[in-house]
T-cell receptor
Framework: DAKTTQPTSMDCAEGRAANLPCNHS???????VYWYRQIHSQGPQYIIH???NNETNEMASLIITEDRKSSTLILPHATLRDTAVYYC?????????????FGSGTRLQVQP | EAEVAQSPRYKITEKSQAVAFWCDPI?????LYWYRQILGQGPELLVQ????????DSQLPKDRFSAERLKGVDSTLKIQPAELGDSAMYLC???????????FGNGTRLTVT
């Protein structure tokens, strides 16, 4: 699976949009981009995933660049409960070995 | 919403003792994963099951760790004997077939003294 690069930490003001970047310059055509987050002392929580089109659900939006070498997770109105470590993960589709390989993620601190 | 259940939530054990963790995946999920997470790091895969068969245990320290999923439903991860360096969060996850996302439990926090 392709390697991802994320900033170590970010701050965001409560009520503002949080934009979390991720670089995956070696991504292959059959690799999806997944985002998870982990709130302190809990297991990772699935947020969203996509292949090449932008995706949106009730939690967030995922914007993938046209060349697929980077993506941005957008939390439209951050709240204090969004404070967490956010992981961007690239995973090959349909290999039969679909485990996720986690990096160190981005620690997002939402400030009141 | 269905959840992955893990127990116990916390476990303290002395080194050289045996310890076991239990996981009940979301009903119908064929794939089950055990991860270990050391404080300050991302989770690392230990073992992956497809139904009752192991499909990846390349990162499992087999001299002391074992995992089973006898009926293809719930699973047990065992450490014997425990070492100080095994102190970590042990996470279980499950997924449906295809490219569906993994769903994680809240883990077992192990402290070895």
């Amino acid at each position: 699976d392709a390697k991802t690069t994320q900033p170590t930490s970010m701050d965001c003001a409560e009520g503002r949009a949080a934009n979390l970047p991720c670089n995956h310059s070696t991504i292959s055509g059959n690799e999806y981009v997944y985002w998870y987050r982990q709130i302190h002392s809990q297991g990772p929580q699935y947020i969203i995933h996509g292949l090449k089109n932008n995706e949106t659900n009730e939690m967030a939006s995922l914007i993938i660049t046209e060349d697929r070498k980077s993506s941005t997770l957008i939390l439209p109105h951050a709240t204090l409960r969004d404070t967490a470590v956010y992981y961007c993960i690239v995973r090959v589709a349909d290999t039969g070995r679909r485990a996720l390989t986690f990096g160190s993620g981005t620690r997002l601190q939402v400030q009141p | 919403e269905a959840e992955v259940a893990q127990s116990p939530r916390y476990k303290i054990t002395e080194k050289s003792q045996a310890v076991a963790f239990w996981c009940d995946p979301i009903s119908g999920h064929a794939t089950l994963y055990w991860y270990r997470q050391i404080l300050g790091q991302g989770p690392e895969l230990l073992v992956q099951f497809q139904d009752e068969s192991v499909v990846d245990d390349s990162q499992l320290p087999k001299d002391r760790f074992s995992a089973e999923r006898l009926k293809g439903v719930d699973s047990t991860l065992k450490i014997q004997p425990a070492e100080l360096g095994d102190s970590a969060m042990y996470l279980c996850a499950s997924s449906d077939r295809g490219n569906s996302p993994l769903h994680f439990g809240n883990g077992t926090r192990l402290t070895v003294t």
